[in-house]
């Protein structure tokens, strides 16, 4: 059966994937405000994995945005 709303399913799509980058970005604010004066490895592999994390969200939901046709000129990545 054909879906006749298939504009509605990507844009609950998208907002599923920026809710995901919200909490992403929260979870790193949060890291950041707990961050001691003298990192140590520990706060630095927590650091890198917090930012690859965010980074993949905020992918998954660039793409989402193009599939629900939000794509904006001159802000794409160069």
Known sequence: MTDLYPAADQRELL??????HTAAVADLEAFL????EVPDPAD???Y???LTRE????GERQAAADAAGL???GTEAE
């Open 15 to 20: 907002r599923r994937a920026a809710t995901a």
């Open 33 to 36: 405000r707990r961050l001691p």
């Open 44 to 46: 630095i592999v927590e």
């Open 48 to 50: 890198a994995n917090l």
């Open 55 to 58: 980074e993949r969200a905020r």
């Open 71 to 73: 794509v904006v000129p």
